[in-house]
């Protein structure tokens, strides 16, 4: 589902219907996603949810995080939600990897495409506890058709068809050799990936939603930079533009002055958006 289309009512309508159904004393879900994005699951599950949720972030230190998922287990809600990123999975996993879950979902699950990394290897722990599972994203196919495959073996063992991603990958794609190794060349066997897609997926966009959704609202805020800003950007602005003219006479390579000079004016951009130093903050984790 593109973005704006309604992914995350639709994932928490998802679950909402399977606890209705279970009739189980205590429901318990796992949303894992950006870390961005967390507070606003939670204030979407106190919006569309139709029966009573406990939700609850995970965050901070290792001890405090127990104390998130003490929380969740004791609230008297039938359905308790834990809401965490992707590391933070990872991090947890000591407690998380205890639990059954009866839902799980991964929002922008193509943050698991690369079967090397940590965060699809603990995605693949997470499938074996959970007994239903929900992929969420927008752009499936980041870099090639073989991102599909981490997606695909999230949802169940064997859904993309095949025993181990070397297979998925012979199968649908061909290489090139190169200096540095074989590279993605091309895609084969499309009708039969697209039947597999069909079989598990759900795809609406934005054409489609749009005549459901309420007409977009814009803001114009303007904002003055405060006279030290305004002072460093003009005294940086003036450099720039000796080093600029003086680029663009002494090079020659067009691309690469293009470039550089590229990355001078990121400077101002810079400047605009504050220069303060802001303290840096450590998880001890």
Not at 33 to 42: A, D, F, M
Not at 43 to 63: H, N, S, W, Y
Not at 121 to 126: E, G, V
Not at 169 to 175: G, P, Q
């Amino acid at each position: 589902m593109k973005q704006g289309t309604g992914k995350t009512a639709v994932a928490i309508m998802a679950i909402c219907n399977d606890a209705m159904k279970r009739h189980k004393e205590k429901y318990r879900a796992i949303v894992v996603c950006p870390p961005n994005v967390r507070t606003n699951w939670q204030r979407e599950f106190q919006k569309f949810a139709p029966i009573d949720v406990a939700t609850q972030i995970l965050r901070g230190t290792q001890v405090t995080r127990m104390s998130q998922v003490l929380a969740m287990l004791q609230d008297p809600s039938p359905v308790g939600v834990l809401i965490c990123n992707y590391e933070t999975l990872q991090h947890s996993w000591d407690v998380l990897g205890m639990m059954r879950f009866d839902y799980a979902v991964l929002d922008e699950a193509h943050y698991i495409k690369d079967v090397r990394t940590k965060r699809f290897h603990y995605a693949q722990l997470l499938r074996q506890n959970s007994a239903r599972r929900l992929v969420l994203t927008g752009t499936p196919i980041a870099n090639t058709l073989l991102d599909l495959y981490a997606m695909f073996e999230f949802i169940g063992p064997g859904s993309s068809g095949f025993a181990t991603y070397d297979g998925f990958k012979k199968f649908f794609s061909r290489f090139k050799e190169t200096q540095h190794g074989d590279k993605f060349d091309s895609a084969q066997n499309l009708p039969i990936l697209k039947e597999r897609l069909a079989k598990y997926s759900y795809h609406v966009t934005k054409e489609e939603a749009l005549p459901y959704l309420p007409d977009k609202n814009y803001d114009v805020i303007e904002v003055e930079m405060p006279p030290p800003h305004a002072e460093a950007y003009e005294k940086l602005r003036d450099e720039l533009v000796i080093d600029i003219e003086s680029t663009l006479e002494n090079t020659e390579n067009e691309a690469v002055a293009v470039n550089n000079i590229l990355t001078m004016l990121l400077r101002l951009s810079q400047i605009t958006s504050s220069f303060k130093v802001i303290p840096a903050v450590y998880d001890i984790d």
